[in-house]
């Protein structure tokens, strides 16, 4: 049985933190810790088997990456709802992280710690597609309908390319406000994943 906390135990975008610490992303430049922040950060608390059942992975696995991230404050324990001490709860400490920008104060300075969490984040998203590739032909047909993978090749100015990913996040924000409203148990509703990648093109 998958032991979670509803919605008022999520995180809000709000939450959202520009991380520029070389060891808290070589903390997360790990697929199945991204995957386990994932979990908490969509899913809400949960107990480290209610984790390890999602993930396939023993739960042994499971503590010793939660306390990899809980050194570098990315999650912490939290008290167990039903007070049974023998399970151990966990949360997310933040919705969404993102790298500070060549530049911005407090930039990461590490380039090898930078490399390494996109070489991870790039891995992770691949794994997600994989799984739900998996599922595809189980989901009903309005899902599989409603689903896209499109990729286009622009070109353009490094300005005109950051003028267009505003745009794009400003679609997004209003669209996660949307998403807000709906309830925990409410029919039809299902996680989603949205990722915006641009970068430039190479041959």
């Known amino acids: 049985m998958t032991e979670t906390i509803p919605d008022e135990a999520r995180l809000t975008e709000d939450a959202a933190v520009t991380v520029t610490n070389a060891d808290t992303l070589r903390a997360m430049a790990s697929p199945i810790r991204?995957?386990?922040?994932?979990?908490?950060?969509?899913?809400g608390e949960q107990t480290v088997g209610s984790i390890s059942e999602q993930l396939g992975e023993a739960p042994g696995v499971i503590s010793y990456h939660l306390g990899q991230l809980s050194?570098?404050?990315l999650v912490e324990k939290v008290k167990s709802p039903d007070g049974d001490r023998r399970k151990s709860w966990w949360k997310a400490c933040q919705s969404a992280i993102r790298l500070g920008r060549s530049g911005e104060k407090g930039e990461v300075e590490d380039?090898?710690?930078?490399?390494?969490?996109?070489?991870?984040?790039?891995?992770?998203?691949?794994?997600?597609?994989?799984?739900?590739?998996?599922?595809?032909?189980?989901?009903?047909?309005?899902?599989?309908?409603?689903?896209?993978?499109?990729?286009?090749?622009?070109?353009?100015?490094?300005?005109?390319?950051?003028?267009?990913?505003?745009?794009?996040?400003?679609?997004?924000?209003?669209?996660?406000?949307?998403?807000?409203?709906?309830?925990?148990?409410?029919?039809?509703?299902?996680?989603?994943?949205?990722?915006?990648?641009?970068?430039?093109?190479?041959?």
């Open 34 to 43: 991204m995957r386990i922040l994932g979990t908490l950060r969509v899913n």
């Open 71 to 73: 050194g570098a404050g």
């Open 111 to 203: 380039a090898k710690a930078v490399d390494l969490f996109r070489r991870s984040a790039a891995l992770s998203y691949e794994m997600a597609y994989e799984r739900f590739l998996d599922k595809l032909p189980e989901l009903p047909q309005e899902w599989a309908d409603a689903c896209t993978s499109d990729d286009h090749v622009l070109r353009l100015t490094a300005e005109e390319m950051s003028s267009m990913l505003e745009e794009l996040n400003e679609v997004v924000s209003r669209w996660q406000i949307k998403a807000g409203v709906h309830g925990d148990n409410e029919p039809g509703v299902e996680p989603v994943a949205l990722i915006l990648q641009a970068f430039r093109w190479f041959s």
